[in-house]
T-cell receptor, first 116, second 114 residues
Framework: EADIYQTPRYLVIGTGKKITLECSQTMGHDKMYWYQQDPGMELHLIHYSYGVNSTEKGDLSSESTVSRIRTEHFPLTLESARPSHTSQYLC???????????????FGAGTRLSVL | KNQVEQSPQSLIILEGKNCTLQCNYTVSPFSNLRWYKQDTGRGPVSLTIMTFSENTKSNGRYTATLDADTKQSSLHITASQLSDSASYICVVSDRGSTLGRLYFGRGTQLTVWP
């Protein structure tokens, strides 16, 4: 079982609210990621980080922002939530093992966000 | 365009039966291919990971195969159990960046009936 935690598991909020989704890992992994996943669809990378003070945007454009002040913590923030942000958000961290590029990603349980 | 296609989209089998899930990809350059299991409402969990030089990898009742020439992979589940009910996701990594970008399939939703 991976030591990566996401809170809250479920969140229902009104339009215009500011929210922060928390993600923490205790494995000391440098790389961390945020994915967005709609039901029956593939995961889309929205943010990633190579380490402290490193953040990059992923393939899917997102109005969310992230920060990486500590190795173990990678929160995602939405300044003004909208119904289009309704989705499942998955956080992951990874460590490289053996051959180059063969890093194993460990996922959190996800946060299911509903914006009314 | 780099893509990962999985089939079937969904599958229902009886407990104790075997099944095979398919994955075709067009990702290039190729680094490795992973199979993940995602239970409903949970994050994906890694089952196997294979590089181009590996053509089979087992993890308990799960056996993954890879044909890098035809760009196809399969996941075979033996003697299925009710707990195997989940979405199985094929993920391909390229060598095109230091991040080793991952391309996700949409998954095969497997349901095991008693």
């Amino acid at each position: 079982e991976a030591d990566i935690y996401q809170t809250p598991r479920y969140l229902v909020i009104g339009t215009g609210k500011k929210i922060t989704l928390e993600c923490s890992q205790t494995m000391g992994h440098d790389k961390m990621y945020w994915y967005q996943q709609d039901p029956g669809m593939e995961l889309h990378l929205i943010h990633y980080s190579y380490g402290v003070n490193s953040t990059e945007k992923g393939d899917l454009s997102s109005e969310s922002t992230v920060s990486r002040i500590r190795t173990e913590h990678f929160p995602l923030t939405l300044e003004s939530a909208r119904p289009s942000h309704t989705s499942q958000y998955l956080c992951a961290s990874s460590v490289q093992t053996g051959q180059g590029g063969r890093d194993i990603q460990y996922f959190g349980a996800g946060t299911r966000l509903s914006v009314l | 365009k780099n893509q990962v296609e999985q089939s079937p989209q969904s599958l229902i089998i009886l407990e104790g039966k075997n099944c095979t899930l398919q994955c075709n990809y067009t990702v290039s350059p190729f680094s490795n291919l992973r199979w993940y299991k995602q239970d409903t409402g949970r994050g994906p969990v890694s089952l196997t990971i294979m590089t181009f030089s590996e053509n089979t990898k087992s993890n308990g009742r799960y056996t993954a195969t890879l044909d890098a020439d035809t760009k196809q992979s399969s996941l075979h589940i033996t003697a299925s159990q009710l707990s195997d009910s989940a979405s199985y996701i094929c993920v391909v990594s390229d060598r095109g960046s230091t991040l080793g970008r991952l391309y996700f399939g949409r998954g095969t939703q497997l349901t095991v009936w008693p």
